[in-house]
């Protein structure tokens, strides 16, 4: 597989993780997220689905490629 032929997937915070409990702070950091608005790309696969899955409720997704 080239990089070129790697899917990725959009995401954007949309809510704060001011609050919430340590381990949906640090699978928002491992995303690439830290506040509200920033965007991160990142390469699709089954781990980071799971991470999308945990912390759903605070980002959206903003498109699949």
Same mark, same amino acid.
């Given at each position: 597989m080239t990089n070129s032929s790697k899917k990725t997937i959009t995401?954007?915070?949309? @809510?704060? =993780?001011?609050?919430?409990p340590g381990e949906q702070r640090r699978t928002l950091k491992g995303l690439g997220l830290d506040k509200i608005g920033r965007r991160s790309s990142i390469e699709d696969t089954p781990a980071v689905r799971g991470?999308?899955? @945990?912390? =759903?409720?605070l980002l959206r997704v903003v498109d699949d490629k």
């Open positions: 995401l954007e915070q949309t @809510k704060s =993780a001011i609050g919430r991470m999308v899955a @945990k912390v =759903a409720h």
